[in-house]
């Protein structure tokens, strides 16, 4: 055989050897897939737990005591009410009170100074406008001129809208509504002056700001508030947090035929009901509503947890691109950040129109975004704590909660713009480690437990501790007291101190 064939030869053995092991390899080490971890929700801390089971039972027993007493008929029809304010409640849809309406209406109506208490989207506002405007139609035709009912509220948004609610209410009457707010430190003084008396002489029921009025009182006398039967006081938690527990001190001094008050609040927190009752209140009658929502749970909550800021915007649209919300509000903690955050979700060019609201927006900017929000033209809305409380937009599909807020109560508001009055909502959460003591302060006072969701391809690839949810435990004064006495005082030792202690034996003699 010559050498080239063995050659040949060689060659081809070698190329079946490499198919060979091509085909089969052997003994090669199989490649392990690492799977990702599964995000663990941290867990419920006893506390948490221990208000859900009891608002369990506070919803058991008062299901209960319904049951037992019969189901009290709602309809408006069998309120007495006058007939063409019946009519224009049947008109704009208000056929059956809700839980709030009935207990508190007929309080108000016997002259009760009166605490309300009820979750957002109970209907709070007609609970004491239908009782207000009731009273105005008892008033004898001699008397009819001036302001009788006087309703203050803690924004001008909040001011317009309950506003616009008592014009539906008092359509084809003759009495007369009127907002007052605004500016007074105007160039118009004596125009302002002329508007403000007119607005107080020719209207029975005028909505205004603390801080409106009071300017108002100060700078010019002549305004008459001395017919005013009734005060209301709306969201008086957000007016203690704005600090006007003085101005509405001020207004009531005014108020000489005040036969009674009315205060309404998300929540009665005691420090809230203190301030009012020494200013303005009288033995009051507490009435705390249901919420219908959380009977027929039409409010669904989870969150979202977010490595960081970059991972919590892809959430952001993914969420809204996925779930393809026609009406949708996106709260955040910071006015800096919601034009950009706004601009950002338009630049996805996911089909969904965006624009931003807050404080520093002039009042018809907002009003602006706001109509067209309302309208549908925009999908979603960036928005800071100034849209949380009192503003009532139909049928918001969902919440979210970009950054999460400080404290309990305004969580509720916010997620309280959505699934109102029966309707299905949601809200959801965008949580990054360092608020994971907030979620848990808005679940305790909310006492519910909100579940954790992973969004599929956006999976977060942190975590936090198992005790991420629990509230820092609070150190008694006492013990801080017993820690400062154990702890020795500091003596600050200094160098020239230390030096020239006594005097030198040759000065001795002059000391003596």
Sequence with gaps: MSNSENKVDSIALLLDKLNQEVEAPANE??????????????????????????????????????????????????????VKLLANLQQHGYNRATDIQAKAIPVI???????????????????????????LFTLPPGVQQHCHVLIVAPTRDLVSQIHALAQELLANTYYKVASFIGDINNTSGKQDREQAFTIFSQHQLVITTPGRLVKQLETNGDID????????????????????????????????KRENTVLVSATLEQRVVDLFSSIALNNPVTIRGSHSRAEKNTLTQYYYHADNIEHKKELLVNLLKDLALTRTIVFV???????????????????????????????????????????????????????????????????????????GA???????????????????????????????KAMRFMKVVIPAKV?????????????ALKGERKVKQKDNQKKKKEQKPKVKVRARDKKNKGYPKKFAAYKE
């Design 29 to 82: 080490p199989e490649v392990k897939v690492e799977k990702k971890k599964k995000f663990k929700q941290p867990k419920l801390d006893k506390k948490l737990l221990e208000l859900v089971a009891e608002k369990k039972a506070q919803k058991a027993q008062e299901k209960a005591q319904r049951m037992a007493q019969g189901e009290v008929d709602r309809d408006f029809n069998n309120y007495f009410l006058p």
């Design 109 to 135: 109506a016997e002259g009760h100074d009166v605490l309300i208490s009820a979750e957002t989207g109970t209907g709070k506002t007609l609970s004491y406008l239908i009782p207000a405007i009731e009273r």
């Design 333 to 407: 903690r910071k006015v800096d950040t919601v034009q950009p955050l706004a601009k950002y979700i338009m630049n996805q060019r996911m089909g969904l129109r965006a624009t931003g609201i807050s404080g520093e927006m002039t009042k018809e900017e907002r009003e602006r975004a706001l109509g067209l929000f309302k309208a549908g033209k925009i999908n979603v809305l960036v928005t800071t704590d100034l849209l949380a409380r009192g503003i009532d937009i139909e049928d918001v599909k969902a919440v979210f909660n970009y950054d999460l807020p400080y404290d």
């Design 225 to 256: 508030l001395t017919g005013v039967s009734l005060l209301i006081l709306d969201e008086a938690d957000r007016l203690l947090e704005m600090g006007a527990g003085e101005d509405i001190n001020k207004i009531v001094q005014h108020l000489p």
């Design 410 to 440: 305004t969580f509720m508001h916010r997620v309280g713009r959505t699934g109102r009055f029966g309707k299905k909502g949601l809200a959801i959460s965008l949580v990054q480690a360092h608020d994971y003591k907030l979620l848990g």
């Design 455 to 467: 969004f599929p391809g956006l999976e977060p690839t942190t975590s936090v501790s198992p005790d």
